[in-house]
């Protein structure tokens, strides 16, 4: 069974910064990445990278939040500079697998900024 865990939200000024981690346990992802949902929004992609290191970003975060991970430790992280108050949202880590249709989401972290 996957099971995604995602820590590090909280409480951010604008301008600010956030690191959200998220853990997979279960199976190897190989592609991992962060959606967002604010409130009375659709879900959103906000970053994803491969297991070989292929990012893809919103173009409302370029520039401003970097993915990475660590394939030993099936983690991904999200560093978020220069916060802004529409950044607020849950955010929700995703993970696929090759040959594999199935997409897996952990319960999702709650990142409010404050103006």
């Known amino acids: 069974q996957v099971q995604l865990v995602e820590s590090g939200g909280g409480l951010v000024q604008a301008g600010g910064s956030a690191r959200l981690s998220c853990v997979a346990s279960?199976?190897?992802?190989?592609?991992m990445g962060w959606y967002r949902q604010a409130p009375g929004k659709q879900r959103e992609l906000v970053a994803s990278?491969?297991?070989?290191?292929?990012?893809n970003y919103a173009d409302s975060v370029k520039g401003r939040f970097t993915i990475s991970r660590d394939n030993a430790r099936n983690t991904v992280y999200l560093q978020m500079n220069s916060l802004k108050p529409e950044d607020t949202a849950k955010y929700y880590c995703?993970?696929?697998?090759?040959?594999?249709?199935?997409?897996?989401w952990g319960n999702g972290t709650l990142v409010t900024v404050s103006s």
């Open positions: 995703q993970g696929t697998r090759r040959f594999s249709s199935m997409i897996y």
């Open positions: 279960g199976s190897f992802l190989n592609v």
């Open positions: 990278m491969t297991n070989d290191g292929i990012t």
